[in-house]
């Protein structure tokens, strides 16, 4: 993939996990957390980890094309990376939470990361789809103009 894509789909993984995680880290709260007070550093956090996210993605990439077994392992690998970023970024400042807590971000890390990919799969079927609508156009021109040289 050429630079000028990888950088697109970094910045869309970015642009989605960010989101997630704000509306992830808005509800957990409210649900587990109800009388914590933030401050505006709080801000910093889902960018942060939503770019942290994003770069975890180079573990995906390959020079070669995978398979369906080792693409699906290295998957899995980006996932773990996350969820241990998370969970020892919190850990780093101090946060440690209970049993509960900890196994519904979890899980609810996992939903983010499998949303991501439903979006970027959704995109790109777009964006193929796009594609083969311009090349059927393409094709056709080039048909009739090949039509109309043949009658010259």
């Known amino acids: 993939m050429k630079s000028k894509g990888l950088l697109i789909e970094f910045m869309m993984v970015f642009f989605v996990v960010t989101a997630c995680i704000t509306m992830l880290s808005g509800f957990l709260g409210m649900f587990f957390f109800p009388k914590e007070q933030l401050g505006y550093e709080a801000f910093l956090t889902p960018p942060l ?3 942290l996210s994003a770069l975890s993605g180079l573990v995906t990439k390959s020079r070669k094309e995978l398979t369906i077994k080792q693409m699906l392992f290295r998957e899995f690998l980006q996932l773990l990376l996350i969820e241990t970023m998370v969970f020892g970024a ?3 400042v101090g946060v440690i939470f209970e049993p509960k807590v ?11 990361f499998v949303l991501v990919y439903v ?4 995109n790109d079927q777009q964006s193929a789809m796009l594609f083969n ?18 009658r010259q």
């Open 90 to 92: 919190n850990y780093i």
């Open 133 to 150: 609508e311009k090349l059927k156009e393409f094709q056709k021109d080039v048909e009739q103009t090949r039509c109309v040289n043949v």
């Open 49 to 51: 980890f939503g770019f």
């Open 119 to 122: 979006v970027m799969w959704l």
């Open 102 to 112: 900890s196994i519904t971000l979890a899980c609810s890390i996992a939903i983010i």
